[in-house]
């Protein structure tokens, strides 16, 4: 069973800028696409971004283009977003998951197996 931690969150003031990292346990990590949601409270999770196994393609929510950027480094496990301009709507806790499809960016929440257990970003105005 693969295990996602993820690590970064924390409080910034708007304008500013963070970056999550998930590291993921065992040694298939490369064979998955891997994807980032946020979930605010009394909302629904929903997707901030994602990218295919090697990290070639990516995919983003209109919200967040242009200011977050997705990437990966097999080599390490790990998956990152950088999220630069931050909003207080920005506000939620972030969550990466797994996609058993590596070629796919998924973005609905059923389409991924493994989740970690959030962090969370508060952005203050």
């Known amino acids: 069973q693969v295990q996602l931690v993820e690590s970064g969150g924390g409080l910034v003031q708007a304008g500013g800028s963070l970056r999550l990292s998930c590291a993921a346990s065992?040694?298939?990590?490369?064979?998955?696409?891997m994807g980032w949601f946020r979930q605010a409270p009394g909302k629904e999770r929903e997707f901030v971004a994602g990218l295919n196994w090697s990290g070639s393609s990516t995919n983003y929510a209109d919200s967040v283009k242009g200011r977050f950027t997705i990437s990966r480094d097999n080599a390490k496990n790990t998956v990152y977003l950088q999220m630069n301009s931050l909003q207080p709507e920005d506000t939620a806790i972030y969550y990466c998951a797994r996609n058993p499809n590596p070629w796919i960016i998924a973005t609905m929440a059923n389409q991924f197996n493994s989740w970690g257990q959030g962090t969370q970003v508060t952005v203050s105005s």
């Open positions: 065992g040694r298939t990590f490369s064979m998955y696409a």
